[in-house]
């Protein structure tokens, strides 16, 4: 990366098609490491030393704020600062022609490379307010909400409102924002598309995470759009995701819906101030246990599930269709994946999957060896159903298939009888009492019942 004059493959770039370029991509984390390497810091910041126009100083500035939730780029800034080499940003709060936006974030920018602030150097306030933090595009619900939960009686702080606690955000944008996640019992965050790609909005999450890691403040999620939750059809992603891991959350992307998650704010607040644990209340509208879902199970299930602490992916069990612990053994951690999308409940789905294999008896080595020698016709063992010589010659096949099947053949106890599993090449196939599971090269073909 370099300033101008760049021919890459022919093409010349101009300085504002660069900046453009660096400020889309650094919005997503996995592009900022290989950012770092070539270079892009310097060439952000010798931009702003040259005192470019406003629109390329936004483009650099903003830029620089994504990159600084990277922890060796902000660490990276932090020693810059020490030695006076960011004189550029203070260089854009005094000058009088610059515009707030950008010497608001340009004070963000400060605020992150400060190391934020630690909040136990504070006395703790007696009073204490909800506070939302959202990105505006979704400004209009996030009135109704706020109005709402003050008719409720409920002391709200939004940016540009305040509250009785902390005045409204105005120009001293990251300070506020701090003080205002300081001064709260319950941080609202509203989700959505546009909050996720926002430097500032990741910001104040970030200081909201850490402050409810140490007890602060409890945080309470509202989805914003009906496609952009932790369950759509493509799930949240990236940081938000992380943050999130598998917290409880409530339906806000309709005004309905934000009069429904008002009232459950409100219950999770008085939980609080009694000092009771958090838990998601008996209602369709929160990603909740579905008491639907868990009647749709076998006992044996349900008990499963519960005992683990993973009953809430008994609608995803259904909708699967996995609803023995025999289907459970089976499971490969690609199973896991597309079963429960959450991370928090993934970790707790493996090891509940692999606690259950653990407790399955291992064939002894005689049985091994009868079943990596298993008799011609065998290896369709329901009774009643005699194999054809072509089904034959194809399992024999199976059998004999050489270097391509190293990890041999197992004998396993699945789908509620005995049967085969066969490995090869990263896939697991079965063989069980109830169909044939025939490998011919690279294609699969099921036969039987």
Not at 98 to 122: C, H, T
Request: proline letters at 5%; a negative charge.
């Amino acid at each position: 990366l370099t300033l101008q004059g760049k021919q890459v493959y022919g093409l010349k770039i101009s300085m504002m098609g660069l900046l453009k370029a660096i400020r889309m991509v650094c919005v997503n984390d996995n592009n900022k490491t290989q950012l770092l390497e070539n270079g892009v810091l310097a060439v952000l910041l010798e931009s702003l030393e040259k005192r470019p126009e406003a629109d390329k100083r936004e483009l650099c500035v903003g830029a620089l704020l994504e990159l600084s939730f990277d922890p060796k780029a902000l660490q990276t800034l932090q020693d810059l600062e020490k030695h006076g080499r960011l004189r550029c940003l203070e260089a854009i709060v005094r000058d009088p022609e610059a515009e707030s936006d950008l010497k608001r974030s340009v004070r963000d920018l400060k605020f992150m490379i400060a190391g934020q602030r630690s909040p136990n150097s504070k006395p703790a306030r007696a009073e204490k307010h909800v506070m939302v933090t959202y990105s505006w595009s979704q400004k209009e619900l996030v009135k109704k909400l706020c109005s709402d939960l003050r008719g409720q009686g409920v002391e709200v702080w939004r940016d540009e409102d305040g509250s009785s606690i902390v005045p409204p955000m105005e120009s001293s944008t990251a300070d506020r924002m701090a003080e205002a996640i300081e001064a709260a019992s319950i941080v609202v965050v509203c989700v959505s598309r546009d909050y996720k790609d926002s430097a500032n909005c990741r910001m104040e999450a970030k200081y909201a995470k850490a402050l409810e890691a140490q007890g602060f403040l409890k945080i309470v999620y509202l989805m914003m759009e009906e496609d952009f939750t932790t369950t759509s059809a493509r799930p949240i992603g990236g940081w938000l995701r992380l943050y999130m891991e598998d917290s409880m959350w409530y339906q806000a992307w309709q005004e309905e819906l934000v009069e429904q998650s008002v009232t459950k704010i409100v219950s999770v607040i008085q939980s609080a101030d009694q000092g009771q644990a958090v838990t998601a209340p008996d209602d369709p509208g929160c990603q909740e246990v579905s008491a639907q879902a868990l009647d749709s199970l076998p006992e044996e299930m349900r008990e499963w599930l519960w005992g683990h602490g993973i009953e809430g992916l008994a609608k995803e069990f259904s909708e699967h269709e996995v609803t023995d612990l025999s289907m459970v053994k089976e499971m490969t951690d690609r199973d896991v994946d597309d079963l429960c999308p959450v991370i928090g409940r993934r970790i707790k789905l493996r090891k509940a999957v692999q606690g259950l294999r653990d407790l399955t008896p291992k064939p002894s080595r005689k049985q091994r060896s009868q079943t990596l020698n298993p008799k011609p016709g065998t290896l369709n063992p329901k009774p009643g159903i005699q194999p054809t010589p072509q089904t034959m010659a194809l399992n024999l096949q199976m059998l004999t298939w050489g270097p391509r099947a190293e990890a041999s053949l197992e004998a396993v106890q699945g789908f509620g009888g005995q049967g085969f599993e066969f490995r090869t090449e990263g896939q697991t196939l079965r063989v069980t009492q109830n169909f044939e599971l025939l490998m011919v090269r690279d294609s699969l073909v099921a036969s039987g019942s």
